[in-house]
T-cell receptor
Framework: GESVGLHLPTLSVQEGDNSIINCAYSNSASDYFIWYKQESGKGPQFIIDIRSNMDKRQGQRVTVLLNKTVKHLSLQIAATQPGDSAVYFCAETSGGSNYKLTFGKGTLLTVNP | GAGVSQSPSNKVTEKGKDVELRCDPISGHTALYWYRQSLGQGLEFLIYFQGNSAPDKSGLPSDRFSAERTGGSVSTLTIQRTQQEDSAVYLC?????????????FGPGTRLTVT
């Protein structure tokens, strides 16, 4: 079956730097993508989403970029803070009436003070 | 408002015992999902309840695992004859199934330890 995966399992950055977390997907029918943040001992929390008809979407300190040509998704975090330390998951669905998400393996982001 | 709640938060059981994990979704959410997360791993899909449709059980790893959702609300995940490899965090999520969003709202999880 098709899957969603990540290029880097761990990422360590200095406080104040920008972070980029990458995700590759293989399902060409993927229409909707979500990034989740999971802090230690907690359930995943929604960060930002993007539909396939968009290339970029911005939130507060976060930007998601979608490159459908190479089936690649990235999450950029500006001015990374210690509170951003967590595991980040991308997830996708083909949309429509399919509300089942396929999750990637996750990237552990560590922010050094 | 209240989010997704799960109970118990932690469960320690002996190998071979049965366990029941409970999930209370957000009120009004029509879809409910169960996932398993082993230490340092991603989310493994287990089962998906969508309104009145038959559940998608394609992720259940064996016939020792079962789940039900009563009255379209509370769900219980049952693991029979637990094995040590069942040790993991079990996460529940719910979603309103809106056209505009496919976001799933997660509970805090139940940490299951089989000794």
């Amino acid at each position: 079956g098709e899957s969603v995966g990540l290029h880097l399992p761990t990422l360590s950055v200095q406080e104040g730097d920008n972070s980029i977390i990458n995700c590759a997907y293989s399902n060409s029918a993927s229409d909707y993508f979500i990034w989740y943040k999971q802090e230690s001992g907690k359930g995943p929390q929604f960060i930002i989403d993007i539909r396939s008809n968009m290339d970029k979407r911005q939130g507060q300190r976060v930007t998601v970029l979608l490159n459908k040509t190479v089936k690649h998704l990235s999450l950029q975090i500006a001015a990374t803070q210690p509170g951003d330390s967590a595991v980040y998951f991308c997830a996708e669905t083909s949309g429509g009436s399919n509300y089942k998400l396929t999750f990637g393996k996750g990237t552990l982001l560590t922010v050094n003070p | 408002g209240a989010g997704v709640s799960q109970s118990p938060s932690n469960k320690v059981t002996e190998k071979g015992k049965d366990v029941e994990l409970r999930c209370d979704p957000i009120s009004g959410h029509t879809a409910l999902y169960w996932y398993r997360q082993s230490l340092g791993q991603g989310l493994e899909f287990l089962i998906y309840f969508q309104g009145n449709s038959a559940p998608d059980k394609s992720g259940l790893p064996s016939d020792r695992f079962s789940a039900e959702r009563t009255g379209g609300s509370v769900s219980t995940l049952t693991i029979q004859r637990t094995q040590q490899e069942d040790s993991a965090v079990y996460l529940c999520a719910s979603s309103p199934q809106l056209i505009s969003s496919y976001e799933q709202y997660f509970g805090p999880g139940t940490r299951l330890t089989v000794t």
